[in-house]
């Protein structure tokens, strides 16, 4: 079954505005991770959160994880039309050996 | 220079056909993937190696065959072709297998279209 659900599962803003994505899990993990893909491309690896971190930075992104409520959310700050693109979250579950990711949130940067 | 390729970009078929999609890594990587995203977006693993070991099979119909002939490749086969086929096929590699944090890194896609 399905770990991660993604909200929302689209989000249009205009450029220079905070966009912040959440993904909510089931079962326990070893880490959680975040992914883009531009149109018709590949998943590019964002940034990835441990089980015993809270809170991690990278450049304009921040994420957050919170362990009791099986949540994390993704705030890209100052956003870039360059930033127009799908996010998904996916989780690596305790002894699962795979990642299992979210439906995504389809984010628009509108200039 | 490209760390995760795949070929062909775009394959049109038949149903009932038989086809390959090919994936080579440069990345020096134990671990490859086989995943199928529908037109819903919904990314979803087949199958992982790991130094050419099937360690991941999911509930995935027999007509697929995957082929590790060395660590850095891994080849999708599929046979008698269905409509239910068409979808973006990713091919993707890590480090090693997942558990320690390790990122993967995903190849451009292969998009299957069965007529």
């Known amino acids: 079954s399905q770990q991660g659900e993604e909200d929302p599962q689209a989000l249009s803003i205009q450029e220079g505005e905070n966009a912040t994505m959440n993904c909510s899990y089931k079962?326990?993990?070893?880490?959680l991770q975040w992914y883009r893909q531009n149109s018709g491309r590949g998943l590019v690896h964002l940034i990835l959160?441990?089980?015993?971190?809270r809170e991690k930075h990278s450049g304009r992104l921040r994420v957050t994880l919170d362990t009791s409520k099986k949540s994390s959310s993704l705030l890209i700050t100052a956003s870039r039309a360059a930033d127009t693109a799908s996010y998904f979250c996916a989780t690596d579950r305790q002894g699962a050996q795979k990642l299992v990711f979210g439906q995504g949130t389809r984010l628009t940067i509108n200039p | 220079d490209t760390a995760v390729s795949q070929t062909p970009k775009y394959l049109v078929t038949q149903m009932g056909n038989d086809k390959s999609i090919k994936c080579e890594q440069n990345l020096g990587h134990d671990t490859m993937y086989w995943y199928k995203q529908d037109s819903k977006k919904f990314l979803k693993i087949m199958f992982s190696?790991?130094?050419?070991?099937?360690?991941i099979n999911e509930t995935v119909p027999n007509r697929f065959s995957p082929k590790s002939p060395d660590k850095a490749h891994l080849n999708l086969h599929i046979n008698s072709l269905e409509l239910g086929d068409s979808a973006v096929y990713f091919c993707a590699s890590s480090q090693d297998t997942q558990g320690r944090g390790y990122e993967q890194y995903f190849g451009p896609g292969t998009r299957l279209t069965v007529t």
């Open positions: 959160i441990r089980s015993n971190e």
């Open positions: 079962t326990s993990i070893n880490n």
């Open positions: 190696y790991n130094n050419k070991e099937l360690i």
